[in-house]
């Protein structure tokens, strides 16, 4: 069955310092991923996705992803967190064929001024 | 462009009760995924409709239930209320091909007392 993991439920770091949150996949095939934030009382932005091609991704807001096979992996990164990055960040496979996607249980950020 | 919309945001009931979620997709998307999360448990796919038809339904029971209108807006209905039904409940729509990325509405929160 396909799984995602996200083995951090809170992260803290300081303003302007790295960040990488990390998502692990449990699918038969190559699936499609996904980064989701969503900030208190908002719904989901979507931040970047990898259907195939280049495992190095680039999305909104400084964000990058790299899709690694070998290791089941689909870990979020960004060079310099700013305050307004504090949210909860969801990963998620799509199922090919089914159109469903599975989300992690999401890593909840938290900046430190 | 209109996102999608959710309404209303926020819904009161009592055990027992019955619900009506309201979900307006994008413009041009044929397919809508309702997504229930409650605390604690992420998020977890409820149902999927695309052209009017369920397309997939989740591990819930047969009181969650829905439809989808001819404009491909959506109705999530939740009867005999129970206090667990508590959560936000997402929207989500896409085009109604493989792989194609959903996009998710603020939610609307259900309270059940």
């Known amino acids: 069955a396909q799984s995602v993991t996200q083995p951090d439920i809170h992260i803290t770091v300081s303003e302007g310092a790295s960040l990488e949150l990390r998502c692990n996949y449990s699918y038969g095939a190559t699936p499609y991923l996904f980064w989701y934030v969503q900030s208190p009382g908002q719904g989901l932005q979507l931040l970047l996705k990898?259907?195939?091609?280049?495992?190095l991704v680039q999305g909104i807001k400084g964000f990058e992803a790299e899709f690694k096979r070998s290791q089941s992996s689909f870990n979020l990164r960004k060079p310099s967190v700013h305050w307004s990055d504090a949210a909860e960040y969801f990963c998620?496979?799509?199922?090919?064929?089914?159109?469903?996607?599975?989300f992690g249980t999401g890593t909840r950020l938290k900046v430190l001024a | 462009e209109a996102g999608v919309t959710q309404s209303p945001t926020h819904l009161i009931k009592t055990r027992g009760q019955q619900a009506t979620l309201r979900c307006s997709p994008i413009?041009?998307?044929?397919?809508v995924y309702w997504y229930q999360q409650a605390l604690g448990l992420g998020l977890q796919f409820l149902l999927w409709y695309d052209e009017g038809e369920e397309r997939n339904r989740g591990n819930f029971p047969p009181r969650f239930s829905g439809r989808q209108f001819p404009n491909y807006s959506s109705e999530l209905n939740v009867n005999a209320l129970e206090l667990e039904d508590s959560a936000l409940y997402l929207c989500?729509?896409?085009?109604?091909?493989?792989?194609?990325?959903?996009?998710f509405g603020a939610g609307t929160r259900l309270s059940v007392l």
């Open positions: 413009s041009g998307h044929t397919s």
């Open positions: 989500a729509s896409s085009y109604g091909r493989p792989g194609e990325v959903q996009y």
């Open positions: 998620a496979v799509g199922a090919k064929g089914t159109y469903k996607y599975i």
């Open positions: 990898y259907f195939s091609g280049d495992t």
